[in-house]
Every structure is written in structure tokens, then in C-alpha cells.
């Protein structure tokens, strides 16, 4: 079954705007990650936020996590064209053996 | 820094054929993981192995198996090959007692004619 839900589906921005990104899910969790992956390639891993913390930062991006809510965000500042990629948001559920579940992902574009 | 390796990279075979994707894992790395991405879909998790056991299974047809070896590299292999499993296969690694982070692959990409 489907864990988390990505909105949007699809962001187009222009260069050095940010963009941000939702991911939500249903169970309880271990922690957060998101992966991004350029098209058709593999997937990179970004950042996780375990469940007993709220916010995280590397480098340009920022990562936020309501467990209350069971939602994150992700955002990345100063966007460059070579942003441009896919974000999955990915669940360690409790219980799981460590499996992840993946969101359905959002496909950003970043225009130069 | 070594990263997982997936081979071959692409497969393509015909329909009811069988077909062996392997993985290596970063050295040291004891738990590795198979997935499964449709095109424009989400990655889906197979199945898991942790010290050669299988630790965890998830929406992996019957036609599929697989196995972790004494080095640790995995194969999963798949018969009676149908058009759905066109798909792009990863394997992730992680070390047990820092399983919070999975190091996923390039994938192997089967397209199945």
C-alpha cells in the first residue's frame, strides 16, 4: 500500500527562486528521507529527519517533519537548473525492518 | 567512496524468459534491499536480506527470488518474465546499526519485449 502523498505532483520555477515540497504519510514512523532521482537514473539521497525532530538544514536544503500532522516538507533555496529532478519523500515505518515506502514523488523543473 | 553496484545496467529479454540482476553492496554494508520503479511510478520494496536472511518481503511476485550470498552481493531472479515487470530494479545497502540511511544503486533497467 501507498504511504505518502507528494504535492505537488509537478513545480516549475525559475532560477534562484525556492521551491518546496509536501510529502505526507499515514503510519507511524523511524524517521523521514528524501531521495531525489534524475530522470530515469538512480536515486541520491538528500537528507533524513528522524521522528523525534522537527527541522533539519544541509547545504541549500531544508527539511521539516510534523509528526503530529504526518507531513514533511522539503525546501530548497536559491533553486539552479540543475535542481532540476524528481523528489521522493521515503518512510521508515515502525516495525518494518527498515523497508522504505516511497511517495509518489514531485517532479521539479527549474527553468534558467 | 564505493557505492553500490548493480550489473548489468540494462537487460532486455522476451516474454517467459528468466532473468538474474545481481548487487554488491558497499563494503561492510550487511543488509541490502530490491526495489521496483514502474515507469513514472513510485519505487516499490521487493524484498530485504539481512547477514544472507531474508528480513523482509513486500509485493514481490512468486516468479521472483532471491538470495543474499556469503559476500554479502545479492541476486534476484525472475522467470516466466512478463511485460509488466519492465521496470527499472534498484538495490539499496545500509549497515544495521545505522540502518537509517539506504545507498541506492544506479538500478537496472529490464525491459521485457
Known amino acids: 500500500s501507498q504511504q505518502g502523498e507528494e504535492d505537488p505532483q509537478a513545480l516549475s520555477i525559475q532560477e534562484g527562486e525556492n521551491a518546496t515540497m509536501n510529502c505526507s504519510y499515514k503510519?507511524?514512523?523511524?524517521?523521514l528521507q528524501w531521495y531525489r532521482q534524475n530522470s530515469g537514473r538512480g536515486l541520491v539521497h538528500l537528507i533524513l529527519i528522524r521522528s523525534n525532530e522537527r527541522e533539519k538544514h544541509s547545504g541549500r536544503l531544508r527539511v521539516t517533519l510534523d509528526t503530529s500532522k504526518k507531513s514533511s516538507s522539503l525546501l530548497i533555496t536559491a533553486s539552479r537548473a540543475a535542481d532540476t529532478a524528481s523528489y521522493f519523500c521515503a518512510t521508515d515505518e515502525r516495525g518494518s525492518n527498515y523497508k522504505l515506502t516511497f511517495g509518489k514523488g514531485t517532479l521539479l523543473t527549474v527553468n534558467p | 567512496a564505493a557505492g553500490v553496484i548493480q550489473s548489468p545496467r540494462h537487460l532486455i529479454k522476451e516474454k517467459r524468459e528468466t532473468a538474474t540482476l545481481k548487487c554488491y553492496p558497499i563494503p561492510r554494508h550487511d543488509t541490502v534491499y530490491w526495489y521496483q520503479q514502474g515507469p513514472g511510478q513510485d519505487p516499490q520494496f521487493l524484498i530485504s536480506?539481512?547477514?544472507?536472511?531474508?528480513?523482509d518481503k513486500g509485493s514481490i511476485p512468486d516468479r521472483f527470488s532471491a538470495q543474499q550470498f556469503s559476500d554479502y552481493h545479492s541476486e534476484l531472479n525472475m522467470s516466466s518474465l512478463e511485460l509488466g515487470d519492465s521496470a527499472l530494479y534498484f538495490c539499496a545497502s545500509s549497515l544495521l546499526t545505522h540502518t537509517d540511511t539506504q545507498y541506492f544503486g544506479p538500478g537496472t533497467r529490464l525491459t521485457v519485449l
Open positions: 503510519t507511524s514512523i523511524n524517521n
Open positions: 536480506f539481512y547477514e544472507k536472511m531474508q528480513s
